[in-house]
């Protein structure tokens, strides 16, 4: 049997085909490709705006920057995250504080979030924005976030990164927060290679990502190139970025988001597939799915009970490395990471659910490529150990 990725893109001819156009017409920047691709986008997701961008990390930047977020502000991010969730709130020198995460969502403890909004308007210190993280593909608890935040007056921006197609309630990710932001690595649903999307119903926000986004030019490449007046210079009010996606990338994303359904449709068959077969493995404690949430299984991550089984979590990766299987940690407690550890002296154990997660889930194959009889070995291989 060939060794089994952790993840696969799934692209095939109708990429192939499509991303010919930008490479003969020679609009090889954002241009209509890209504008195609946001259409589409927006149009799944029910939001009024989409602006792709050049990573979800680029996308959270804009994100935050287009909200204001300065220095001396506080963002509250889940511990349990991909480091970028943080970073951002660092690049606009902002200070990030962390919540613990939930142990059976893996997304942010709401509850610990409200505790933590309690005493810092206590202390008269106000909350800029909270970022929830839809981790794996599993949309946070988005109902409860948005009551605190019109009690506390925060701004939600939702990391998406990992969400594309995921729904709560009927409503798809990234439409319920002040700003949604998406990824499309290519160990996302779909991918464009690197890439990410911004998506916003509010008009002034739209206007500001907009044009944070192309260096914080007045008038974008493509009025000027359109325009028939070769004197048509945009002014530049605020300080921008070049995070605009390139064509050849949205060429890319216009074909896969066409497919984002029917990716999601069967990793949720081979999600519940995983569930059922493995459910007799009392220490492997497979991924929850709450009402009402519809996870879109970006990654089928699980968490190891240590006190069911003899084998630490790193040693069953190994041995499923060594029965040709990819396997990965689920992501890291990000308070525990070295830069946020030394700058912010925190201990490993004040984020405890997030450290535990770190330490003991992890993610197994799960993407578009994989047959029938890969997932029986993952079982079978897993099955063995005890
Ligand atoms: C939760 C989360 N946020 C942000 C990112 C950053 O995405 P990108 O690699 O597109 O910058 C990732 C990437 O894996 C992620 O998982």
């Not at 986004?213 to 914080?216: K, L, P």
């Not at 659910?353 to 194959?365: D, G, K, M, Q, R």
């Given at each position: 049997m060939a060794y089994i990725n952790i993840a696969e893109p799934c692209l095939g001819e109708e990429e192939w085909n499509y991303v010919k156009e930008p490479i003969s017409t020679g609009w090889l920047t954002q241009g209509p490709k890209v504008k195609e691709f946001e259409n589409k986008f927006a149009a799944m997701h029910n939001v009024n705006y989409a602006y792709a961008t050049t990573s979800c990390t680029t996308a959270l930047h804009l994100a935050l920057t287009a909200l204001g977020v300065t220095k001396g502000d506080y963002v509250i991010v889940p511990s349990f995250t991909w480091i970028a969730t943080v970073n951002v709130?660092?690049?606009?020198?902002?200070?990030p504080i962390f919540c613990d995460n939930d142990i059976s969502t893996y997304n942010i403890d709401v509850e610990k979030l409200e505790l933590i909004l309690e005493e810092l308007y206590k202390n008269g210190k106000t909350v800029k924005a909270v970022i929830p993280v839809h981790l794996f593909g599993l949309v946070a608890d988005m109902y409860r976030i948005l009551s605190l935040s019109k009690k506390y007056g925060f701004a939600v921006v939702e990391d998406a990164a990992c969400a594309a197609g995921a729904m709560y309630d009927g409503k798809y990710a990234g439409s319920f927060g002040d700003i949604g932001c998406f990824s499309f690595h290519p160990r996302k649903v779909i991918t464009t290679g690197e890439g990410g999307m911004c998506t916003t119903n509010d008009d002034v926000l739209a206007e500001r990502l907009a044009c944070l986004?192309?260096?914080?030019a007045t008038v974008s490449e493509e009025q000027r190139h359109r325009s028939n007046s070769p004197y048509l210079m945009p002014d530049f009010n605020v300080l921008g970025f070049n995070y605009r996606m390139s064509d050849l990338q949205g060429a890319v994303g216009s074909v896969q988001i066409d497919k984002l359904g029917r990716?999601?449709?069967e990793r949720r068959k081979?999600?519940?597939y995983y569930n059922h077969r493995l459910s007799g493995l009392d220490w492997?404690?497979?991924?929850?799915?709450?009402?009402?949430?519809?996870?879109?299984?970006?990654?089928?991550?699980c968490r190891i009970d240590t006190t069911k089984v003899d084998m630490r979590r790193d040693d069953i990766m190994q041995k499923m490395q060594e029965a040709g299987i990819g396997t990965r940690a689920g992501t890291h407690?990000?308070?525990e990471l070295g830069y946020y550890k030394k700058k912010y002296n925190i201990s490993k154990h004040d984020y405890p659910?997030?450290?535990?997660?770190?330490?003991?889930?992890?993610?197994?194959?799960l993407h578009n490529n994989m047959s029938q009889a890969?997932?029986?070995?993952?079982?079978?291989?897993?099955s063995g150990i005890n």
């Open positions: 709130v660092e690049y606009c020198g902002a200070t986004r192309s260096h914080g990716f999601i449709n081979w999600a519940e492997l404690i497979t991924p929850l799915e709450p009402i009402p949430c519809r996870h879109s299984y970006q990654a089928y991550v407690a990000v308070h659910v997030a450290a535990e997660l770190y330490a003991n889930t992890i993610s197994l194959p890969d997932y029986d070995y993952v079982i079978e291989i897993l």
